[in-house]
């Protein structure tokens, strides 16, 4: 429980924050799962589109802060590498 006018503030700052971070990761659980779905059946093509909206969707995320810059280029990266296997 808050006990100052500014802690009341803070509170109510990092419970908008959390619902604006968990649909970006969301968004991006959806986009990567989408991507993996499309490697494993073997479209590469398919894939290969996919693969500019996860990068397009990490970026944004990054952007807002709702992840690291260096976790969003090791998970690009391993994406990438994932469509040339």
Do not use: C, W
């Not at 802690?7 to 991006?28: D, G, P, T």
């Not at 499309?38 to 093509?45: L, M, P, T």
């Amino acid at each position: 429980m808050p006990n100052t006018k500014s802690a009341e503030r803070r509170v109510r700052n990092s419970q908008r924050k959390n619902l604006q971070n968990s649909a970006v990761k969301s968004r991006l659980r959806r986009a990567d799962k989408e991507f993996r779905a499309a490697v494993a059946a073997g479209k590469k093509d398919e894939a290969a589109k996919l693969l500019a909206g996860v990068h397009s969707a990490y970026d944004k995320a990054v952007k807002v802060g709702a992840i690291k810059r260096p976790t969003a280029n090791r998970k690009k990266s391993r994406l990438a590498l994932s469509i040339k296997k």
